[in-house]
T-cell receptor, first 113, second 112 residues
């Protein structure tokens, strides 16, 4: 069974540009989560999808962040326009059921210059 | 202030030695506590999970303990190997909905 994959692994952009991160969950996992780790800080929750619906987006920092999961398969997280403080590692995780273990992807390291 | 505090922030030990990592939390209500291992450039991988009623859980050379009364957990690594070099993250779930709160992690380096 393939694990959670994320693309790209690294992204370097300039302030004001747009970046789109992609996450492909494990097949059959209805629950998909986005997290972010800012340098030196702990991993923090951004949002949670159940299939194509946003179950909880309380962790989204502001309206520059837009997450989608069309068709309930892969998900994208768009940052527009990017700011310096958006730099960090963005993790995606998926689980088959709400109370099952979450499996994490390798993360996308985003650097905003 | 983070609801999950880990110590030490970093640790260097020699191969073959044991070590213990600490996690204190204030998350409430409490559902479960997980320890994750995160290798450089990879996502966190679960090592152990404990619920309120469990006070110890082992996974090979990793043994986690939980004291739900004092809200403390530890991860003990026995006979360390070079491959144990990684960040170890304590994660506490506030309820059954998997509302996970992460510690900042302990960076462990095992040297030959």
């Amino acid at each position: 069974e393939a694990g959670v994959t994320q693309f790209p692994s690294h992204s370097v952009i300039e302030k004001g540009q747009t970046v789109t991160l992609r996450c492909d969950p494990i097949s059959g996992h209805d629950n998909l989560y986005w997290y972010r780790r800012v340098m030196g800080k702990e991993i923090k929750f951004l949002l949670h999808f159940v299939k194509e619906s946003k179950q909880d987006e309380s962790g989204m920092p502001n309206n520059r962040f837009l997450a989608e999961r069309t068709g309930g398969t892969y998900s994208t997280l768009k940052v527009q326009p990017a700011e310096l403080e958006d730099s960090g590692v963005y993790f995606c995780a998926s689980s088959r059921r709400l109370d099952y273990e979450q499996f994490f992807g390798p993360g996308t390291r985003l650097t905003v210059l | 202030k983070n609801q999950v505090e880990q110590s030490p922030q970093s640790l260097i030990i020699l191969e073959g030695k044991n070590c213990t990592l600490q996690c204190n939390y204030t998350v409430s209500p409490f559902s479960n506590l997980r320890w994750y291992k995160q290798d450089t450039g990879r996502g966190p991988v679960s090592l152990t999970i404990m619920t309120f009623s469990e006070n110890t859980k082992s996974n090979g050379r990793y043994t986690a303990t939980l004291d739900a009364d004092t809200k403390q957990s530890s991860l003990h690594i026995t006979a360390s190997q070079l491959s144990d070099s990684a960040s170890y993250i304590c994660v506490v779930s506030a309820d059954q909905n998997n509302d996970m709160r992460f510690g900042a992690g302990t960076r462990l380096t095992v040297k030959p």
